[in-house]
């Protein structure tokens, strides 16, 4: 459920919803950010728009929680979501995979070490994150309402269009409790939904 203020449309709790991009945007951008070498905000974008994992979870990690057990960038990683308190087991895709080991080779980081840190060595804040994700999506010249939680929404918006619009699949791999959460989610509805309706109103017509 979602409350509006103005022309704004907001999550449960208040916090405004954002938009999601297409691969191709998220691919510009993350094409933008290893272009200006910085390979921290690579990592940031390239793990977020991969993993679908929530702001909060994406800034705890560590670079330890990407290592096996001989100390290589894992191919699936397992995270305890801090809302759900559940356990997900995540793919590191290829493009995620690149990012790790940029910026393994610049910083050469200890297991224990955070991912994320700004200035002062300290671990990056959402609001900061959010201010982040804005800044690069209106320096690659993208229009719409961004924010940290474009990332996640990018992820599933790509996972439910790749599924083939399967939902239930989709849910799985975003760690939606149910089909319904990730389509109110995503702003979809299901085909066969769509199909319904479209059969009526052909039948309804004058």
């Known amino acids: 459920m979602s409350q509006t203020d103005g022309n704004t449309k907001r999550y449960r709790g208040g916090a405004a919803r954002v938009d999601a991009l297409t691969q191709r945007q998220a691919l510009s951008v993350l094409t933008y950010l290893r272009g200006k070498g910085n390979v921290r905000d690579a ?4 793990l ?3 993993t679908g994992l929530r702001v909060s979870d994406l800034l705890s990690l560590r670079w330890g929680d990407f290592l096996d057990a001989e100390g290589n960038i894992a191919e699936r990683i397992t995270v305890k979501e801090t ?5 997900r087991s995540i793919a590191v895709l290829t493009a995620a995979q690149s990012a790790l080991a940029a910026y393994a080779e610049e910083h050469r980081p200890a297991r224990s070490d ?3 840190t700004g200035p002062t ?5 959402r609001e900061q994150a959010r201010r982040l994700v804005k800044s690069w999506c209106a320096e690659c010249n993208l229009r719409g309402r961004f924010g940290s939680h474009t990332m996640r929404k990018t992820f599933a918006t790509a996972a439910y269009a790749n599924s083939g619009g399967d939902p239930v699949a989709t849910a799985r791999v975003t760690g939606h409790s149910n089909p319904s959460q990730l389509l109110a989610y995503i702003g979809e509805s299901t085909r066969t939904e769509r199909e ?11």
Do not use: E, H
């Open 43 to 46: 990592l940031l974008w390239a």
């Open 48 to 50: 977020g728009i991969t």
């Open 83 to 87: 809302k759900t308190k559940k356990l």
């Open 114 to 116: 955070f991912l994320f």
């Open 121 to 125: 060595g300290a671990p990056l804040s």
């Open 196 to 206: 319904i309706v479209g059969g009526m109103d052909k039948g309804f017509g004058a």
